[in-house]
């Protein structure tokens, strides 16, 4: 069954080091009704176990776009989702799991917005690094003894969730337009305001780049359960810039 909104969920797969895993992935999301797939410098995209693997998913394949960073995955979307079945790391990140992460994203695509789930590396997953361009996690419960499952038996588990979702939903909830202002920003607009927050914290000696500690990474979370809209993101940008300014402009006073 085609459901119009899946166009905009975006499956995103970081520096998968098994072609084969391509494939298999491509054809967990062609059953589910889901097309947009984005390949983040993997160690070799495409190869004959690929096409086999895929197993008629050659479409998915064909089209998938290659991108050298995460952030070029993510450009375009309101929404990141990134999957992990680590908890120990040295802050905690909103997270969901499988199902609620169906029910999340049935609940946001109607919005058009864009939404990425994020596949890590087979063996190590993602980093912290990388989860900091994500606005939550998701993780699939497994057995306590056995927490080992292939990626792209991760991808057709959660494909399944947010498929399912947004099918019984679409059915209550029509497509609703949005004012473009209202929309939420993009991760682009995000990571360029992080950009000029960061250096204005700079700028200010309230951030010691030589000391950075942590507190990017916890406004990262701040801002990223915000939901900051286009316009919300237009005054925190000018503020930066009137701030700034401000500054200058008492220099030049005191000169």
Same mark, same amino acid.
């Given at each position: 069954?085609?459901?119009?909104?899946?166009?905009?969920?975006?499956? &995103?797969?970081?520096?998968?080091?098994? *072609?084969?895993?391509?494939?298999?992935?491509?054809?967990?999301?062609?059953?589910?009704?889901?097309?947009?797939?984005?390949?983040?410098?993997?160690?070799?995209?495409?190869?004959?176990?690929?096409?086999?693997?895929?197993?008629?998913?050659?479409?998915?394949?064909?089209?998938?776009?290659?991108?050298?960073?995460?952030?070029?995955?993510?450009?375009?979307?309101?929404?990141?989702?990134?999957?992990?079945?680590?908890?120990?790391? #040295?802050?905690?990140?909103?997270?969901?799991?499988?199902?609620?992460?169906?029910? $999340?994203?049935?609940?946001?695509?109607?919005?058009?917005?864009?939404?990425?789930?994020?596949?890590?590396?087979?063996?190590?997953?993602?980093?912290?690094?990388?989860?900091?361009?994500?606005?939550?996690?998701?993780?699939?419960?497994?057995?306590?003894?056995?927490?080992?499952?292939?990626?792209?038996?991760?991808?057709?588990?959660?494909?399944?969730?947010?498929? #399912?979702? &947004?099918?019984?939903?679409?059915?209550?909830?029509?497509?609703?337009? &949005?004012?473009?202002?209202?929309?939420?920003?993009?991760?682009?607009?995000?990571?360029?305001?992080?950009?000029?927050?960061?250096?204005?914290?700079?700028?200010?000696?309230?951030?010691?780049?030589?000391? *950075?500690?942590?507190?990017?990474?916890?406004?990262?979370?701040? $801002?990223?359960?915000?939901?900051? #809209?286009?316009?919300?993101?237009?005054?925190?940008?000018?503020?930066?810039?009137?701030?700034?300014?401000?500054?200058?402009?008492?220099?030049?006073?005191?000169?």
């Amino acid at each position: 069954m085609y459901t119009p909104a899946l166009e905009n969920l975006r499956i &995103v797969m970081v520096e998968t080091s098994h *072609p084969g895993n391509i494939g298999s992935a491509a054809r967990a999301m062609k059953v589910m009704g889901i097309k947009d797939l984005r390949l983040v410098t993997p160690r070799k995209p495409f190869s004959q176990e690929t096409f086999a693997l895929a197993s008629g998913a050659n479409d998915i394949i064909e089209q998938a776009q290659i991108v050298p960073t995460l952030q070029d995955a993510l450009a375009d979307c309101q929404i990141a989702i990134g999957a992990s079945a680590r908890s120990e790391r #040295t802050l905690q990140w909103p997270q969901m799991d499988a199902r609620e992460c169906g029910t $999340f994203v049935a609940e946001q695509l109607p919005q058009q917005k864009k939404i990425a789930l994020v596949f890590g590396r087979e063996r190590t997953g993602l980093t912290n690094e990388e989860l900091d361009h994500c606005n939550t996690l998701v993780h699939i419960p497994m057995a306590f003894d056995f927490l080992s499952l292939n990626i792209a038996m991760a991808i057709q588990v959660l494909a399944y969730e947010c498929a #399912t979702a &947004v099918r019984l939903a679409t059915h209550s909830q029509p497509m609703a337009a &949005v004012d473009p202002d209202e929309a939420l920003a993009n991760a682009e607009a995000l990571e360029g305001f992080y950009t000029h927050l960061e250096q204005s914290m700079i700028d200010a000696r309230f951030l010691d780049p030589e000391n *950075p500690r942590l507190l990017m990474r916890r406004l990262r979370r701040l $801002f990223g359960r915000a939901s900051v #809209t286009v316009s919300e993101m237009n005054i925190l940008r000018g503020m930066l810039a009137a701030f700034a300014g401000r500054k200058f402009q008492s220099r030049l006073s005191s000169d």
